[in-house]
Nanobody
């Protein structure tokens, strides 16, 4: 069974940076799409970014130019570099994976809290 373990969350001032990491316990990580989602208090979980197994990358509009997703297939790890953080980025961040070609993300990490103070 696939397991995902996130790390790197914390408290940062507005304008600061954080890098989240997510390690996946899979045998062929390169065959998975990887993504980051977030859930703010009182809101539904929302898509942030993902990187497909074959390269394409997508971002929600609110993080374009500030967040960067990357992956190291040799380390079974996906990263989320977050720069110019804003208070509205405060949320629990979840990584997720899906087998290439799957219609939805179906395996989730436990989440890591990111808090941006103004």
């Amino acid at each position: 069974q696939v397991q995902l373990v996130e790390s790197g969350g914390g408290l940062v001032q507005a304008g600061g940076s954080l890098r989240l990491s997510c390690v996946a316990s899979v045998r062929t990580f390169s065959n998975y799409d990887v993504g980051w989602f977030r859930q703010a208090p009182g809101k539904e979980r929302e898509f942030v970014t993902d990187k497909r197994w074959n390269g394409p990358t997508y971002y929600t509009d609110s993080v374009k130019g500030r967040f960067t997703i990357s992956r190291d297939n040799a380390k079974n790890t996906v990263y989320l570099q977050m720069n110019s953080l804003k208070p509205e980025d405060t949320a629990v961040y979840y990584c997720a994976v899906r087998w290439r070609g799957a219609s939805s993300y179906n395996t989730w990490g436990q989440g890591t809290q990111v808090t941006v103070s103004s």
